[in-house]
T-cell receptor, first 115, second 114 residues
């Protein structure tokens, strides 16, 4: 079975450019999560979708960040304009249901570097 | 307050030996889930094992097992017969009802020596 698929694996771009990260969740999973991992703050939840609807985006750092989930098999996280402090590893994760018994399955992550 | 505490930043273990990674958690909910993830140097996050708060038995998954002590609020991961490929960062995480996100610990780096 295919896991969570993220693209690109690595992205290096200059400050001010738009960055789009992509995610395909596991088929049949109805919950999707975007996390960011940095050395200073560890893993932080950015946004959570349930059945393609954004439920909680309180973790999104600022208006430069936006996320969409147009259908059950695709989500994007966009940063515009990007800044050096956005450099991090961004993970997409999905789970079958929302609940404390359900593991979240992570993609391989996108390592983002903003110069 | 920190929900998940992993007090061991790094550990060394000899190949074929067992290693125990500590994890303590803090919650007032009677129902919760505990998870362990492995993050090798290549960066991906791999789900290893799950323990539910109401589970009577310790979870096991191949060479991974959980030493779950509910009264002490600890969920230590035991890796038996360590292999070189076990070298990675290991994260303990908790999920509470009505809180869809995972709360992660700071992680423990395990280095397996030949």
């Amino acid at each position: 079975d295919a896991g969570v698929i993220q693209s690109p694996r690595h992205e290096v771009t200059e400050m001010g450019q738009e960055v789009t990260l992509r995610c395909k969740p596991i088929s049949g999973h109805n919950s999707l999560f975007w996390y960011r991992q940095t050395m200073m703050r560890g893993l932080e939840l950015l946004i959570y979708f349930n059945n393609n609807v954004p439920i909680d985006d309180s973790g999104m750092p600022e208006d430069r960040f936006s996320a969409k989930m147009p259908n059950a098999s695709f989500s994007t996280l966009k940063i515009q304009p990007s800044e050096p402090r956005d450099s991090a590893v961004y993970f997409c994760a999905s789970s079958f249901m929302t609940g404390e018994t359900q593991p979240q399955h992570f993609g391989d992550g996108t390592r983002l570097s903003i110069l | 307050a920190q929900k998940i505490t992993q007090t061991q930043p790094g550990m060394f273990v000899q190949e074929k030996e067992a290693v125990t990674l500590d994890c303590t958690y803090d919650t007032s909910d009677p129902s919760y889930g505990l998870f362990w993830y492995k993050q090798p140097s290549s960066g991906e996050m791999i789900f290893l094992i799950y323990q539910g708060s109401y589970d009577q038995q310790n979870a096991t998954e191949g060479r991974y097992s959980l030493n779950f002590q509910k009264a002490r609020k600890s969920a230590n991961l035991v890796i038996s017969a360590s292999q070189l490929g076990d070298s990675a960062m290991y994260f303990c995480a908790m999920r509470e009802p009505n809180d869809y996100k995972l709360s992660f610990g700071a992680g423990t780096t395990v280095t397996v020596r030949a």
